[in-house]
């Protein structure tokens, strides 16, 4: 049986979304944005030489189509460094959820759109009614919470750090996503508390239709200052319905979730969970192309294109990391063998060129290795999962059509 490999790099949009005027960064609709576009305009341009230098240099993704994916959904013509004659097959996909986040994007390429609105927190203080809020500090056995905004992850720690650890309150902010983060300093509040308590929380905050509860620890001194750390751990709401990953399981294949799959599925339809930074899941996932079993399904999620880069819109450091993932996944692509398919994606777009600091709205590329040459033309994300089925010999195939 052969095998498949299913890697989203997080955020890489390639602009082009038909709706994208219906989404916001601030008073801004996405109009416009391209990530990917906007990202190699300015390193040929010479506007992204911080650590880095000239043309955006993408060899592998480019050969498999990358460059023609992006003029295919946005019309831009491939910038310097981009514009390879294709040797893979290549498409773009839309999306049909609307939303323009993690779980709506991966639910959505694993054959599952969402069938429900996302609910959000105003952009207020305090964004939360105030009986959530009284209710995370019951939970949290304090006498109230801090932060109860919008807010960057490390701009808030660094502002309330001391508060946190001088009160013991957890530190509660929200973003333009569906999602309520909690953050901790692991020693003096405790890692475990903290997981503890965002675990409590997020049957409340599924039954709002937020789409997940972050555990966001942290460690340091006020003095000295606050370092976010790896043991982030996200607590999503479950697919409304099987995933390609239930399928490939209902069938006795294995699942293997690479990142952060495993938080976003809740665990439904895997096997096993590798995690780390992305340089070390880039390791995990060359191991797995040297021993997953026959039949198997890898699920990867590359997070630090968006976590690192995108939401802070470094350009620079944006196409950086795409640089370093391209570099990494020449080697890897080489030891497929015979028969697997590689398919590399995106769940949303992320334009670090573009106002606020929210997702935005786009087409995503497809780009399918270890199937020969040619183009795919435009996709839905439903028909990735179909296409991987219809690969694995799966018995379900969810709403989408395989590749032509």
């Known amino acids: 049986m052969t095998r498949a490999f299913l890697v989203v790099m997080d955020s890489v949009g390639i602009g082009g979304a038909p709706d994208a005027d219906r989404f916001f960064n601030g008073a801004r609709p996405d109009t416009g944005a391209n990530t990917l576009g906007h990202i190699a305009q ?7 030489d911080q650590g880095r230098k000239g043309p955006l240099h993408l060899p592998i993704l480019d050969r498999l189509g990358l460059g023609a994916a992006l003029e295919l959904a946005s019309g831009m013509a491939p910038p310097p460094g981009l514009g390879a004659v294709p040797q893979g097959r290549w498409g773009a996909a839309t999306e049909i959820s609307n939303g323009k986040d993690t779980p709506s994007g991966h639910w959505e390429l694993a054959g599952v759109p969402v069938p429900w609105d996302w609910h959000y927190f105003p952009d207020t203080q305090p ?4 009986d959530l809020s009284a209710r995370i500090a019951a939970l949290a056995g ?3 919470i801090l932060g109860n905004c919008h807010a960057s992850g490390t701009q808030i720690i660094a502002r309330l750090g001391g508060d946190h650890i001088r009160t013991g309150w957890p530190i ?3 973003s333009a996503d569906s999602v309520f983060q909690i953050a901790a300093h692991e020693e003096h509040f405790g890692l475990d508390r903290l997981h503890g308590l ?3 929380a997020a049957p409340i905050l599924h039954a709002m239709r937020v789409g997940r509860v972050i555990a966001r620890p942290f460690i340091g001194t006020e003095a000295g200052g ?3 750390t790896a043991n982030r751990h996200d607590y999503a709401i479950a697919p409304p319905s099987p995933t390609l990953c239930d399928w490939a399981q209902a069938d006795g294949r294995r699942v293997h979730a690479v990142g952060k799959i495993g938080d976003i599925f809740s665990m439904r339809g895997i096997d096993d969970v590798a995690k780390g930074d992305d340089a070390t899941l880039m390791q995990h996932l060359a191991r ?3 021993t997953a079993e026959d039949g198997s399904l890898t699920f990867a999620n590359l997070v630090e294109f968006d976590s690192l880069y995108g939401h802070r819109r470094d350009v620079a450091g944006y196409a950086a990391a795409l640089e370093r993932f391209d570099a990494a996944l020449g080697p890897i692509i080489a030891k497929l063998r015979p028969g697997d398919m590689m398919v590399l994606t995106a769940d949303h777009g992320n334009d670090p060129s573009w106002t606020g600091t929210d997702h935005t709205r786009e ?3 497809v780009l399918v290795a270890g199937q020969g040459a040619g183009p795919l033309g435009h996709l839905a994300f439903t028909d990735v999962a179909a296409s991987i089925a219809a690969h694995l010999g799966l018995s379900q195939r969810g709403p989408g059509r395989p590749f032509p």
């Open 142 to 144: 304090t006498d109230g």
């Open 127 to 130: 964004a939360f009614p105030p």
């Open 172 to 174: 509660c902010y929200t």
């Open 42 to 48: 300015a390193c040929a341009e010479g506007q992204a």
């Open 288 to 290: 797995l192309v040297d």
């Open 198 to 200: 965002c675990q409590r």
């Open 363 to 365: 087409r995503v590329p």
């Open 226 to 228: 606050f370092t976010r």
